[in-house]
């Protein structure tokens, strides 16, 4: 074998740095979990392992002292000590994407496939971390950009009619109050209101206690797998399972759900990704007021004028950009670019308003 360029070399020790870096990021998430969590993440961190061991192997001397890891993987390191495994396996999974392995002939085609699964390894348990987030985050998100969104508008558009300080004051803290309370209400009832249609479609459990008196040749088991989706022939066989007719080639224990899907029936996860009611409404109330008093505390704090209103945006900007960069980070897409997002949706409402009310001041 050649003797490596001095390219090669600093392309495998960044390499290097970053195998080791990611190894220790699965160690410290897998100090934080237990179980099946915790094993899957320790699998993950050997397999870095192997593959800073490809590089270390290539390098040789040149292995010693690598070099710090990329900006990334050293905040993604700070963050699993500092935060734990949600925020930062929605970064892990943007980072295993990319993977330059694919695209360099010194790694082997089994390093290549290997991060192309850790991608969507990482991606399964951010998902149990989004799904437990999911119900109670967006009431808070949404409540919180509404708040923000809606009460600047608001105050911008009574500013612009030259109104007084404390007639902006009034507007913005009714604006706030009857916002958070229709935001906290709304949540509830939408929420109360998907879980009970979730529940009236769910199967229940009446299938398995009647099927042993039901008569094979007017077999009306079969219609209830029909109306679920299965064909006329499926639902015959599932509906003579179902009597005892043949037995199932699966664990009976995993198959006791009536609609003929097989796994066990978790229902204390049920509606997991639906949050509780309760819990909807009062993040939705309270982010709502934490964003709609933003826009209004320039004006609390007696700035008037064409500066409040400057303010008044400037404040909600770096909100909306901190909201959508949290947004994009647990959705696995570039906060940057959620940010912006949010960030020219907020103000394009804002400006609107503003305009509006310049109109109806002259």
Known sequence: MSAPTKAQIRRWRRYLADEIAEGAIYEQLAERKTGEE???????????????????????????????????????????????????LALMQRAETDNPYARDADATPS?????AIHSEVVRGLAARGRQKLAGNFRAAVFGANDGLVSNLA?????????????FI?????????AGAMSMGAGEFISV???????EASSPTQV????????????????????????SQEDARHRAMERMGYFNCDCNPSLSARPDGSQGPVDRSTKHEELGSAWG?????????????????????????????ILWSAGLVSVALLFTGGVTGLLSGTSPVTRGLRQL?????????????????GV
């Open 207 to 230: 299938t398995l206690e009647a099927a042993p008196h039901l008569d094979l040749n007017s077999n009306e088991l079969e219609l209830v797998y029909r109306a679920r989706g299965m």
């Open 344 to 360: 020219a949706i907020g103000l394009g409402a804002a400006m609107i308003t503003y305009l509006v009310g310049l109109i109806f």
């Open 280 to 308: 909807a409404a009062f993040s939705s109330f309270g982010f709502f007021s934490s964003g709609a008093i933003i826009p209004v505390l320039p004006f609390l704090f007696g700035v008037t004028g064409t500066a409040g």
């Open 38 to 88: 915790r094993e899957i993440l320790l699998d993950l961190a050997t397999a870095e392992k192997r593959h800073e061991e490809h590089w270390r192997d290539l390098l040789g001397e040149h292995a010693n002292n690598p070099p710090r890891p990329s900006l990334r993987r050293s905040l993604l390191r700070f963050l699993a000590r500092i935060f734990g495994s949600v925020f930062v």
């Open 111 to 115: 390093m290549a496939a290997d991060e």
């Open 169 to 177: 004051l009034v507007a913005g803290i009714a604006g706030l109050l």
């Open 192 to 198: 109360r209101s998907q879980r009970e249609l979730i």
């Open 154 to 166: 608001l105050v911008m558009g009574v500013a612009a009619t030259s109104a007084t300080n404390e």
